[in-house]
């Protein structure tokens, strides 16, 4: 290169499933590709490969989704083809994702191996944000370890999932938190309000927001003047009247007809715009997962404004929080509204619990901080 200049490293990035890559109606996957490799244009080139996203709800980042999307909606309403589906989609875009010095591919192991029977010699890494390689044979991870040039792990305690059952795939396994953008998400105390408990999450069983009214329900009998706010919807941008929805609703309506309980929900939450606040505004955020939550964005964007998190003890949640939050059984009623009751009735511990959530968020959890590991990690891969 004239100059001196060294060419941009070549990305194609590969969505899984069908995640659209939007703030509005995307997940944690789109947020971590936007976040990450916005931050990195001087040094890449990428592309994001996905499911169609309207361009004024998109991400300012290059995405493409192809015109096989059509087709693939239509055979995934057929029972008989639908595992065909995601296969279609990869290798109607071979052509274009052969062009690249490197993939990356969120939550699709098989995918892997698709890719390199097709031919593709560039470097792949796999990134795990939810344990998709919980059920493959110690053979199948020992396998997959030669196909590919590293896996990104959002915790530790993803990686010990597999880790032991694979010293191959272990040895090329290396953690990459989640992050939060420090520019939205940080701490105002003078909109702080007394007694909120704040949770934003989807309305599904294994976020545990059931458990969060009927802990609710007891916190009221210590803190009557506490409010609970749950926000979320059924899925990410929509709102469906599910059975669950519907739980959790008649609970919340029950309570607030016999005890005068404060419960609000606010639907869906736009993460840029308004999420912020909700955080900012919280007394405490209450993280009740049922299920082995690998990380939990949500508790590093209410550190980072110095809201103390009462958290599941499960998964990679104590992980994330470490000393700067409090971490319960979700299933035991009690303990979690008595964490949450303690919380509200002790300021000055609330404070400093905040106070130290934040600065663990500011060292291990901004996204430029996120940013600079995975560049020095691929860059290496691509030495």
Not at 128 to 139: D, F, P, V
Not at 174 to 197: A, C, W
Request: glycine share 8%; hydrophobic share 40%.
């Amino acid at each position: 290169m004239s100059g001196g200049v060294s060419p941009l490293l070549r990305i194609g990035v590969l969505l899984s499933g069908r995640e659209q890559f939007s703030p509005f109606y995307g997940g944690a996957l789109a947020r971590w590709t936007y976040e990450v490799y916005s931050r990195l244009t001087n040094r890449v080139d990428v592309t994001v490969f996905g499911y169609p996203t309207a361009a004024e709800t998109s991400y300012n980042l290059p995405h493409c989704t192809g015109a096989v999307w059509r087709v693939c909606n239509a055979i995934s309403r057929i029972p008989i083809l639908r595992r065909r589906e995601e296969p279609l989609w990869l290798t109607a875009l071979f052509k274009s994702i052969r062009r690249f010095d490197m993939v990356h591919i969120h939550n699709r192991p098989q995918w892997v191996h698709e890719l390199r029977r097709m031919g593709y010699q560039g470097t792949i890494w796999l990134h795990l944000q939810n344990n998709h390689l919980g059920h493959w044979t110690s053979a199948m991870l020992d396998a997959l370890a030669p196909q590919l040039d590293g896996v990104a792990v959002c915790s530790d305690f993803l990686r010990r999932t597999f880790a032991d059952r694979s010293l191959a795939l272990a040895a090329k396994t290396k953690i990459i938190f989640n992050g939060v953008n420090l520019r939205l998400f940080f701490p105002r105390e003078e909109v702080r309000e007394n007694k909120t408990i704040f949770f934003v999450g989807r309305f599904e069983e294994e976020k545990g927001v059931l458990q969060l009214v009927k802990a609710y329900a007891r916190v009221l009998e210590s803190h009557p003047d506490a409010t609970l706010v749950i926000g979320g919807a059924s899925g990410f941008g929509i709102h469906k009247e599910t059975i669950y929805v519907r739980a959790v609703r008649e609970l919340a309506q029950s309570l607030v007809c016999t005890s005068r309980a404060q419960i609000y929900l606010p639907g869906y939450i736009d993460h840029d715009r308004d999420l912020p606040l909700w955080f900012q505004r919280a007394t405490i955020f209450a993280c009740p997962s049922l299920f082995e939550e690998p990380f939990g964005l949500v508790n590093v964007e209410a550190m980072a404004c110095a809201t103390p998190v009462v958290g599941s003890d499960r998964g990679g949640i104590p992980e994330v929080l470490g000393d700067a939050g409090v971490t319960v059984d979700p299933d035991d009623t009690t303990a979690f509204s008595d964490a949450l009751s303690d919380l509200l009735g002790r300021v000055d511990y609330r404070t400093s619990l905040g106070r130290k959530a934040y600065l663990r968020c500011r060292e291990m959890f901004d996204w430029d901080i996120i940013a600079e590991n995975w560049a020095c990690l691929i860059g290496a891969s691509n030495g």
